[in-house]
T-cell receptor, first 113, second 110 residues
Framework: DTGVSQNPRHKITKRGQNVTFRCDPISEHNRLYWYRQTLGQGPEFLTYFQNEAQLEKSRLLSDRFSAERPKGSFSTLEIQRTEQGDSAMYLC???????????FGSGTRLTVV | AQSVTQPDIHITVSEGASLELRCNYSYGATPYLFWYVQSPGQGLQLLLKYFSGDTLVQGIKGFEAEFKRSQSSFNLRKPSVHWSDAAEYFCAVGPRKLIWGLGTSLAVNP
């Protein structure tokens, strides 16, 4: 068990550029979650996968955001045409069963300049 | 509406003192309740969780929490705080899409 891995750890991008983040969950976990956290706030839910199926997506996720989990293993989160308001920590978590606590990755810190 | 309230934004305790962090929730169904800790620059780590059974649950790092349905509370406690416990603590309610409080920042004086 190597934990949840997120790459990159940090990303600085210019406004208007596209960025993609990757999450590798714990191998036996079939549930994967993306959250966003800004300073002084708790995490905000973005989206949830069970295996390869995206079962829920927050209204926070505009059309510029998309997430995939093509083979039910790793996941990617893409943000198109980044805006300064997208600057945040993007957290990935995985769990085995409903109601299990999540295991979080260390996050990807995005700064849009 | 579903929500989690952590009334204390910031708490300072002396090393060796006891600690209680408050959490109140509003949830329409039977809640799954969680406490997480986040150290600076680190990810979130699960301290403990509750769904059913004994209302006093033990977690890692010497923490425990008590579920009180009548008060819609799930307060986190530790009998003797260590300097390494300084961190941000989050309460969350689920089970799947977790709803989070704003967190309580804990500082520990030597």
């Amino acid at each position: 068990d190597t934990g949840v891995s997120q790459n990159p750890r940090h990303k600085i991008t210019k406004r208007g550029q596209n960025v993609t983040f990757r999450c590798d969950p714990i191998s036996e976990h079939n549930r994967l979650y993306w959250y966003r956290q800004t300073l002084g706030q708790g995490p905000e839910f973005l989206t949830y996968f069970q295996n390869e199926a995206q079962l829920e997506k927050s209204r926070l996720l505009s059309d510029r955001f998309s997430a995939e989990r093509p083979k039910g293993s790793f996941s990617t989160l893409e943000i198109q045409r980044t805006e300064q308001g997208d600057s945040a920590m993007y957290l990935c978590a995985s769990s085995r069963d409903r109601g299990d606590g999540y295991t979080f990755g260390s996050g990807t810190r995005l700064t849009v300049v | 509406a579903q929500s989690v309230t952590q009334p204390d934004i910031h708490i300072t305790v002396s090393e060796g003192a006891s600690l209680e962090l408050r959490c109140n929730y509003s949830y329409g169904a039977t809640p799954y309740l969680f406490w997480y800790v986040q150290s600076p620059g680190q990810g979130l780590q699960l301290l403990l969780k509750y769904f059913s059974g004994d209302t006093l649950v033990q977690g890692i790092k010497g923490f425990e929490a008590e579920f009180k349905r009548s008060q819609s509370s799930f307060n986190l406690r530790k009998p003797s705080v260590h300097w390494s416990d300084a961190a941000e603590y989050f309460c969350a309610v689920g089970p799947r899409k977790l709803i989070w409080g704003l967190g309580t920042s804990l500082a520990v004086n030597p």
